[in-house]
C-alpha cells in the first residue's frame, strides 16, 4: 500500500493559516512531547510534575542511607565471628537495601545528585560486606572463620 505523495505546498499553506491565526502577544508553543504508542498522556507530564514533597522525601531517603553506610565502620561491637558477625552483615544489608530503595526512589523523579549518592552508598556497602564475607569464603588472601572457636 504506497500513499499518494503529500502536496507540501497545501500542508505549508495550512501551518501559514494557523499562524496568522495566532494572538500577535502569544509565546510561540515549544515542542510538543509526544507519547509512545500504547501509553496514557497523562503518563508523560507525570514526570514533569514531580512536587516538593515527593522531592524531600526522596533526598530524606538518599541521606538517611548516607548516614547509615557512613556509621557501619564505627560499629561499636566485636563482628570477628559469631553472632556479632551476623549482626553486623545483617546491617549491611539493610544498608544496601536501603541504598537500592533509595537509588530507585532517586531515579523515579530524575533526581540526577540523589541518584548518584545514593549508588555510592549502595558501592560502599557491599564493600563492607565483601570485606567480612571474602575471608570467610576462601577468596581473600587472609582467612577468617564464621564461628567463633
Known amino acids: ?13 495550512k501551518i501559514d493559516r494557523a499562524m496568522a491565526q495566532m494572538p500577535a502577544g502569544a509565546p510561540p508553543a515549544g515542542p510538543a512531547r509526544v507519547a509512545p504508542a500504547g501509553t496514557a498522556p497523562a503518563a508523560v507530564t507525570a514526570a514533569a510534575t514531580i512536587g516538593a514533597r515527593a522531592r524531600a522525601a526522596t533526598w530524606f531517603r538518599v541521606l538517611l542511607t548516607a548516614a547509615l553506610v557512613a556509621a557501619l565502620p564505627l560499629w561499636p561491637y566485636a563482628h570477628a565471628c559469631g553472632s556479632g558477625l551476623w549482626l553486623y552483615l545483617a546491617a549491611v544489608c539493610v544498608a544496601g537495601l536501603s541504598a537500592l530503595g533509595a537509588a530507585v ?8 545528585l540523589a541518584q548518584l549518592i545514593a549508588l555510592i ?7 563492607l560486606g565483601a570485606r567480612e564475607v571474602l575471608p570467610r569464603t576462601g577468596y581473600a588472601r587472609a582467612s577468617a572463620s564464621w564461628v567463633c572457636g
Do not use: F, H, I, N
Open 1 to 13: 500500500m504506497s500513499q499518494p505523495p503529500r502536496d507540501w505546498d497545501k500542508e505549508l499553506a
Open 105 to 112: 526512589s532517586a531515579w523515579r523523579r530524575r533526581q540526577g
Open 121 to 127: 552508598a549502595l558501592t560502599c556497602a557491599a564493600v
